[in-house]
């Protein structure tokens, strides 16, 4: 809306059509879109009223919740690079967002 905050069935239905190309994400959807938006809600509950300088954070949440999501129940099957994607779903499970990536061959 004009203020930042997901709305709700726009946003279901949007991800519902992205997802139907893929069984395996179709099966999850409604689990992560559930989780996805809670978070946003969340981030946007916490956010400072008082600070007009801030911008709404639950756009950023969402995105990120779905990244994490997505990444986490990836099924084996999808898996292209077994070793990155083990880093990175230990990464996400830290929720350790913020390092930057290792540089190429640092784990080789």
């Given at each position: ?64 919740c779905l ?24 990464r996400l ?16």
């Amino acid at each position: 809306d004009t203020e930042g905050n997901p709305k709700e069935e726009e946003f279901r239905s949007f991800l519902k059509e992205s997802f139907s190309s893929e069984s395996w994400l179709a099966a999850l959807q409604d689990k992560v879109i559930s989780t996805c938006l809670d978070e946003g809600k969340n981030a946007t509950a916490n956010r400072d009223a008082s600070d007009s300088t801030s911008c709404n954070p639950a756009g950023i949440k969402i995105a990120h919740c779905l990244h994490r999501e997505i990444q986490l129940n990836c099924p084996a099957d999808q898996i292209k690079d077994e070793k990155s994607c083990a880093r990175l779903q230990e990464r996400l499970k830290r929720r350790d967002f913020f390092h930057p990536p290792p540089p190429p061959g640092a784990f080789d």
